[in-house]
């Protein structure tokens, strides 16, 4: 084989290769956006049941509580949509005293205690003065 020959079966080979990659590329810029569509899909769902679940001002009150702490609005979210798909609220709508209840208990059941031990015995034993 000449050098010619070489070069251009590598010519083609790179061609290749380039447009394998191309291909690729598009497929994963194409799942990466059917899963973010799939994502907004879901969070639309999940805002359009809590607007359904809940009156005006205890949505508004939700809402500021996922502003100030995302990750306990978030939570609180769940809860509501956990207990609306058992049908523990009924038919009718999670009023904001309901939802100051709620938030009484996930703030308890989440509340960190902070507690401290004084050992006398070994805090005599130790003597600065050695």
Same mark, same amino acid.
């Given at each position: 084989?000449?050098?010619?020959?070489?070069?251009?079966? %590598?010519?083609? %080979?790179?061609?290749?290769?380039?447009?394998?990659?191309?291909?690729?590329?598009?497929?994963?810029?194409?799942?990466?956006?059917?899963?973010?569509?799939?994502?907004?899909?879901?969070?639309?769902?999940?805002?359009?049941?809590?607007?359904?679940?809940?009156?005006?001002?205890?949505?508004?009150?939700?809402?500021?509580?996922?502003?100030?702490?995302?990750?306990?609005?978030?939570?609180?979210?769940?809860?509501?949509?956990?207990?609306? %798909?058992?049908?523990?609220?009924?038919?009718?709508?999670?009023?904001?005293?309901?939802?100051?209840?709620?938030?009484?208990?996930?703030?308890?059941?989440?509340?960190?205690?902070?507690?401290?031990?004084?050992?006398? %015995?070994?805090?005599?034993?130790?003597?600065?003065?050695?």
């Amino acid at each position: 084989m000449g050098d010619s020959e070489l070069d251009a079966i %590598r010519a083609k %080979r790179l061609a290749e290769l380039q447009q394998q990659q191309q291909q690729q590329s598009g497929r994963s810029a194409n799942n990466q956006n059917a899963a973010e569509e799939q994502r907004q899909q879901q969070e639309d769902m999940r805002n359009a049941m809590l607007s359904s679940l809940l009156t005006q001002e205890a949505r508004a009150r939700l809402n500021t509580i996922a502003l100030t702490k995302p990750e306990k609005g978030r939570m609180v979210e769940d809860i509501l949509i956990q207990n609306a %798909r058992r049908g523990a609220f009924g038919n009718g709508k999670v009023s904001e005293d309901q939802l100051i209840g709620l938030l009484e208990q996930v703030s308890k059941a989440t509340e960190k205690t902070t507690k401290v031990n004084f050992d006398r %015995r070994r805090a005599a034993l130790d003597s600065d003065s050695d």
